[in-house]
């Protein structure tokens, strides 16, 4: 069947609207005075209506820009205008899933925070952890489910959970779901929940993947678009180290040095390499935690709760640990290597630069990774501020313009200009473009990486 093409497509710099304008309900309002939300954010105010007209949606945007609370307030709205009786027992209406525990927990403090005045009663399960006390607040009967897809379809074949009253879908960070392999369970609770029902589809990247799945399971939806498919930040400032792998860890320290820097979050692509770097922070005195798919949920929630309380500085995961972290006030990000996937690039840096916040990302460019460099900056449409003077500078080549798709290769080493670490959100002394060079780079195919 031929599908109609998407319409309702709303841009940034949509009209600024309260969340009063938004017809919400008094309980909600009340709650978000509280939690000190003054004006709805372009997602929110974009999404927010359409959802409490019943349309299914579509929404792409980029980590950061208030997405949850784009889908949890309309949800809570509709479940509160229609509460369900006494005297029968609370069955599931809403079902949110996501691919992570922290994104997991993250979205159910939020319906709890903006349905704090509503008697609706929402419950999160993920993996990990034992399922008893998760079992035991589901017995109680919720209105709203958070649930990673595994752990989900693991209590329904015991029969502890039952998603056929589900009224509305909610499908966050669809294309992280996919690149987690997550898409066969996903397909397996769709067969599962009723044909009619309303369903919410986020994705930060569009890729043709995310939209043939959002093809197959939406009916007439609104499009929202707050920013260009696969865009960073324009508040976080980028730069680019040249760097031997060797001397990674050395120039990690030596930027992590001066005291304005607070608390940075590092990425690496592997589990193993997460825990190297924490080691070797930890050894130069620089107080580090791991966090990935091997640690223990109480050792994740453990970490990154001292983060958060900045008792630990430095927080090193890997992409898929990292997906939902939202730190306030978070302004360094570090992309210890460089990810194989252009995309990752943007979910990792847009853990800083939020809601409006200046930001700094780092990343460092081994020989190996410049065919990765290459790839981001061309999905980017622009090329990345090189840092030269830095004590462990490495080779690089002179000139590239992947903007443009030509490039000119030649290499030249660089010297050594000073030794002083970069100053806040600038980076250090002088900077040129750079786009990457696939010359004398290997670029690896598939996935190299250990998952978290």
Not at 290 to 303: C, E, L, T, V, Y
Request: glycine share 6%.
């Amino acid at each position: 069947m031929h599908r109609q093409p998407y319409h309702s497509i709303f841009y940034l710099n949509f009209r600024t609207l309260s969340f009063q304008q938004l017809a919400l309900v008094e309980p909600i309002l009340k709650a978000l005075r509280q939690e000190g939300y003054e004006q709805p954010t372009p997602i929110q105010s974009q999404s927010i209506p359409r959802v409490l007209e019943g349309r299914d949606l579509l929404g792409c945007a980029q980590t950061g820009t208030g997405k949850t609370a784009a889908f949890a307030i309309p949800v809570i709205q509709l479940l509160h205008n229609k509460p369900v009786p006494a005297q029968e027992k609370r069955r599931i209406r809403a079902l949110v899933l996501t691919p992570t525990r922290e994104l997991a927990i993250q979205i159910q403090e939020s319906f709890q925070a903006y349905g704090r005045f509503t008697n609706l009663r929402s419950c999160v399960i993920f993996g990990g952890v034992s399922q008893y006390g998760q079992t035991q607040i589901l017995q109680k009967g919720v209105d709203i489910l958070v649930a990673t897809p595994g752990r989900l379809l693991d209590l329904i074949q015991q029969k502890l959970v039952s998603i056929r009253d589900i009224e509305i879908l909610v499908l966050d960070e669809a294309d992280r779901m996919l690149d987690m392999g997550f898409i066969h369970d996903v397909r397996k609770v769709l067969t599962l929940v009723p044909q009619k029902k309303q369903t919410l589809f986020f994705s930060a990247t569009m890729a043709p993947e995310i939209r043939k799945l959002a093809d197959a399971i939406l009916k007439d939806p609104a499009y929202v678009e707050v920013t260009p498919v696969s865009s960073t930040a324009d508040t976080v400032t980028q730069s680019i180290y040249f760097v031997e792998k060797p001397q990674k860890l050395s120039l990690l320290v030596h930027l992590l040095a001066p005291a304005h820097i607070a608390t940075a979050l590092v990425f690496t692509r592997t589990k193993h390499g997460a825990d190297k770097v924490a080691r070797a922070l930890n050894q130069a005195g620089i107080t580090a935690e791991a966090i990935h798919g091997n640690k223990s949920q109480n050792a994740r929630q453990r970490a990154l709760t001292n983060f958060k309380q900045k008792t630990t500085r430095v927080l090193v995961a890997t992409d898929i640990a990292a997906r939902g972290i939202d730190i306030d006030e978070l302004a360094y990000v570090f992309n210890f290597e460089l990810p194989n996937v252009p995309e990752t690039y943007v979910h990792r840096i847009g853990r800083t630069g939020r809601a409006g916040a200046s930001g700094t990302a780092y990343s460092f460019c081994d020989m190996e990774e410049r065919a990765y460099l290459r790839d981001i900056q061309k999905m980017l449409k622009r090329t990345l501020p090189v840092v030269d003077n830095h004590p462990f500078a490495g080779s690089a080549p002179v000139r590239e313009n992947t903007a443009a798709g030509t490039s000119k290769p030649g290499f030249r080493e660089h010297q050594r200009l000073n030794h002083h670490a970069p100053k806040k959100n600038t980076g250090s002394g002088n900077r040129r473009h750079f786009s990457g060079n696939r010359q004398g780079a290997r670029k690896k195919t598939g996935s190299s990486t250990n998952i978290a």
